[in-house]
């Protein structure tokens, strides 16, 4: 069974632990094992890396350290988390100057960074480690009739000469892995465009006009949900379709990617987290077909 130390980043656990919750028992159900990464911090993704871009290799260097010292490689299940490990450790691997700055400052730890761990998104990890055949033949409920379109987000994807994740300007690991399952995935006007998320701390308004054109897109061509693999972008994608000018009946459902796969695979909704969701999907539940396998 291949194991990975998760590595769940800051705002997971608080704002979207349904996330968590579906990956660990999707990735279960998939033999996949998942430990719990101790002691790491913030890894200092935008905010901090906008400021001081030392301190923010430091920060990731230091988990790239932590996991090092267990033998264990990284999952990110956060696009910002996933992206910024991975430039972290790109200039640790590339600039023997910094290295050996990042590593002066661990060795009060005891750790030191050798470059000997990798950083995988949940993504990669469906796609490489499990692949599509395993992931459509541990299907027991197959979706029917379902059109769903995926977001996949800047910092998972970009720049694929760091995150080597996907296409940036063409994924298609997600899409894959809907129509694995039986729904069927729908292209969009501005598919590998921003949420706009990452915009709230300097101007909320244009990060919502920015997500509002995305939702409209994707319900110009009949999708009824959107599936995501990163955090932000589900947090913001839900938030800017609740309000009192928002008709509840118009909004576009926003559910995870191991949330989806998991019901596909008989796993209950509580487990999921499906309740925590700010958007009801029951209407991609109702599509699935009891008994349907591959």
Do not use: W
């Amino acid at each position: 069974m291949r194991e990975y130390l998760l590595y769940l980043g800051c705002t997971t656990p608080v704002r979207l632990p349904s996330y968590e919750a579906a990956t660990k028992a999707v990735l279960s159900k998939l033999g996949i094992r998942l430990l719990d990464f101790k002691d790491v911090t913030c890894c200092g993704a935008q905010y901090i890396e906008s400021i001081s871009p030392r301190a923010h290799i430091g920060l990731g260097g230091r988990i790239l350290a932590l996991a090092e010292s267990q033998g264990k490689d990284v999952l990110a299940i956060c696009g910002a988390c996933s992206g910024s490990l991975k430039h972290s450790k790109h200039i640790l691997d590339k600039d023997k100057g910094m290295r050996r700055e990042v590593n002066s400052m661990l060795r009060e730890e005891g750790l030191k960074y050798t470059g000997n761990v990798q950083v995988k998104h949940l993504l990669q990890v469906l796609r490489d480690d499990i692949g599509y055949e395993h992931i459509r033949k541990a299907v027991t409920r197959r979706y029917s009739g379902v059109r769903l379109a995926a977001h996949y987000g800047c910092h998972v994807t970009r720049p694929y000469d760091i995150v080597k994740v996907d296409d940036p300007e063409n994924p298609r690991v997600i899409d894959e892995i809907i129509e694995c399952i039986g729904a069927t995935a729908v292209d969009y006007p501005d598919k590998t465009r921003c949420c706009g998320g990452p915009l709230l701390a300097m101007d909320e308004e244009l990060a919502a006009l920015i997500g509002a054109d995305k939702i409209k897109n994707v319900r110009g061509v009949g999708a009824e949900g959107i599936v995501t693999a990163c955090v932000f972008c589900d947090i913001h994608l839900s938030q800017i379709q609740i309000g009192d000018d928002e008709v509840p009946e118009s909004r576009v459902p926003i559910i995870t990617l191991p949330q989806l796969m998991g019901l596909a695979y008989g796993i209950d909704k509580e487990s999921l987290g499906i309740n925590l969701n700010r958007i009801s999907p029951e209407g991609i539940l109702g599509t699935l077909q009891e008994g349907v396998g591959q």
